[in-house]
Structure formats: C-alpha cells, structure tokens
C-alpha cells in the first residue's frame, strides 16, 4: 500500500515489476495523474485521439484568426486573464472545450493541467507559487506554451515513441 502517492510513480514500477499495490492520494488531481499513468489503453486509438484534439485545436484557432475574431474568453476568471497571455488562453480554453469529446479524457486534462502550469506568466523557476507576472520578454531553456507541447506530444507519437519533456 502506499500512502501518499503523489504522481504515482511508485505505483508505476510497482506494476512494471508485477507487484500487488494499491495507492490513495487527498490530491484529485494526483488521483487522476496516478489513474493516467497507469491505465491501460488502446495506443492506436489514444493517438488518434490526441491528434485528433490536437488538429481541432489548431482549425478552430486558425478559423478565427483567418475570421479576424478572437476565441471568446466567456466567463473566464480575473485570474486567467492576469495571469495568461490572451493567445496562450485562447490556446487553453479551446484544447479544454474539445476535451469531453474523447474516450480517453484524463490524457488530454492531464496535458491540459500541465500546459497551462507551464504558460503562465511567471518565470520558470517561479511555476509552483508564481509572484510575479512576467509581461516582457522571457526565454526560459525549454519552450512552454500549449502549442510546443502539443506539436511535440504529435512528433513523438507519429514517430511511436515515448514523449519526453
């Protein structure tokens, strides 16, 4: 049993060397990262689907750019419009909108959730508790908008092999 499984990797190699374990967590979304990491799932099908989501993403953005109009922020929070750059937010919140259409739903809000952590912004160093917005230009080692991740995510599953960020 392990308490306090955090992302789940112990209960990842736990699996990988054909141990019994169980795992619980208070965090729902540690929950939903351990369920991601160890579901099972139909490979062919999950790339479909991400490409999928991917493309859709991208149509959608590129139509109302190509119409001149921006995706509508709805009733987005004071947060998410302080806190990202408008086009990052577009970027989010229509990769979210798609999200129900899918079998496998937890991937795509797991990339999600990680996206939009690394979009802030913030420093990269200041992810976890950001202080501070940073409006000006900002190069941190890795690129880290939705757009990266996903064009990235898209290159390693067409080439079928393990995505590393």
Sequence with gaps: MILFSGSGTTLVEANSLEIASISCNISSFNCLLTRVKTDHYDLPKLSREIRD???KTFTILSENLVLGQTVEEGESSSYLKKWF???ALAELLVYGSLIPDYEY???PKIILSRSARSSRLTTHFDLDFPAKLTTGPY???KELSLSWFL????ACLSQRRPFQH
């Design 53 to 55: 989501i991917i493309s």
């Design 139 to 141: 190069w941190p080692s």
């Design 85 to 87: 750059h408008r086009d």
């Design 151 to 154: 064009a990235a995510m898209a």
């Design 105 to 107: 739903d937890r991937v």
